[in-house]
């Protein structure tokens, strides 16, 4: 299966108006969108007066936040399917047969215990059923995932959408992970944008930031993007994209063009 191309988003505006068009250019691009659900999570929690406690950058979830979470996913996901189906429909894509799909593709764990924190049911990747995937690309279907998992014995947990669009990326051999983001990317130290790095020079900038207690330049959700895109690169992915969702025909651009956007 080749020209898989996967999007990683955290606002459902995220995912534009230019995915059902890929998959329509003739060149066998297949799609999985894997959303976030953070700051979903963060108004259902203020609403309801439920504090947040974080440690390693992730959210300590607990079973009170569970409810609130799995709402948000199920409103989150709907959002998305509307305006895609809508995409599909006003772009005449309707009759092509190009459908959306999901399902419950990821087996989830405990992230446990890290440094004497229990994360409770922040959760992390235990399996990937890659076939089930890979038969609906084969088919023709966008296919959206959650960041959330499920145990062997039904217990339902909380993952990061960054690190999870990495690992599922690695799973089934993607040619490309596209983060779409907010800004134009990724500053360094003197506060200039970078345009690529090397896996090393990723690992030294995620060092720097986590040895920060305020780092300049950068924002507060980048260390998990940047986090989930070495990973990819550890788990053998070639090339993983950040783009920004706020520039016209960024994902074509990066897409279809030889110098990009991101």
């Given at each position: 299966l080749k020209r898989v191309i996967i999007g990683a988003f955290d606002k459902v505006a995220g995912i534009g108006d230019q995915w059902p068009f890929i998959t329509q250019t003739n060149t066998g691009i297949k799609i999985i969108l894997m959303h976030g659900i953070r700051p979903f999570i963060d108004?259902?929690?203020?609403?309801?007066?439920i504090k947040s406690s974080f440690h390693k950058h992730q959210r300590i979830t607990t079973a009170e936040m569970m409810p609130h979470i799995i709402e948000a996913n199920g409103l989150v996901k709907t959002?998305?399917?509307?305006?895609?189906?809508?995409?599909?429909?006003?772009?005449?894509?309707?009759k092509s047969e190009l459908k959306i799909s999901s399902g419950n593709f990821l087996m989830a764990k405990p992230r446990g215990v890290i440094d004497g924190v229990d994360m409770e049911q922040t959760g992390?990747?235990?399996?990937?059923?890659?076939?089930?995937?890979?038969?609906?690309?084969?088919?023709n279907e966008i296919v959206i995932m959650s960041p959330i998992g499920y145990s062997p014995i039904g217990e339902i947990f909380n993952l990061s959408f960054e690190s999870s669009a990495s690992k599922i990326a690695s799973s089934i051999q993607a040619e490309k992970l596209i983060y779409i983001t907010e800004n134009n990317g990724v500053q360094n130290i003197r506060?200039?944008?970078?345009?690529?790095?090397?896996?090393?020079?990723?690992?030294?900038?995620?060092?720097?930031?986590?040895?920060?207690?305020?780092?300049?330049?950068?924002?507060?959700?980048?260390?998990?993007?940047l986090e989930g895109a070495a990973q990819g690169l550890k788990e053998g992915l070639a090339k993983i994209h950040l783009v920004n969702r706020h520039i016209n025909g960024s994902l074509i651009m990066e897409l279809f063009t030889n110098q990009g956007q991101g």
């Amino acid at each position: 299966l080749k020209r898989v191309i996967i999007g990683a988003f955290d606002k459902v505006a995220g995912i534009g108006d230019q995915w059902p068009f890929i998959t329509q250019t003739n060149t066998g691009i297949k799609i999985i969108l894997m959303h976030g659900i953070r700051p979903f999570i963060d108004l259902r929690l203020d609403k309801n007066n439920i504090k947040s406690s974080f440690h390693k950058h992730q959210r300590i979830t607990t079973a009170e936040m569970m409810p609130h979470i799995i709402e948000a996913n199920g409103l989150v996901k709907t959002k998305i399917e509307a305006a895609l189906s809508s995409n599909i429909y006003h772009n005449n894509i309707f009759k092509s047969e190009l459908k959306i799909s999901s399902g419950n593709f990821l087996m989830a764990k405990p992230r446990g215990v890290i440094d004497g924190v229990d994360m409770e049911q922040t959760g992390v990747i235990r399996e990937i059923n890659h076939e089930a995937i890979i038969e609906k690309l084969n088919h023709n279907e966008i296919v959206i995932m959650s960041p959330i998992g499920y145990s062997p014995i039904g217990e339902i947990f909380n993952l990061s959408f960054e690190s999870s669009a990495s690992k599922i990326a690695s799973s089934i051999q993607a040619e490309k992970l596209i983060y779409i983001t907010e800004n134009n990317g990724v500053q360094n130290i003197r506060g200039e944008f970078i345009s690529e790095m090397t896996s090393i020079k990723l690992n030294n900038l995620i060092s720097h930031i986590k040895e920060s207690e305020h780092p300049e330049f950068i924002e507060k959700n980048t260390l998990p993007i940047l986090e989930g895109a070495a990973q990819g690169l550890k788990e053998g992915l070639a090339k993983i994209h950040l783009v920004n969702r706020h520039i016209n025909g960024s994902l074509i651009m990066e897409l279809f063009t030889n110098q990009g956007q991101g």
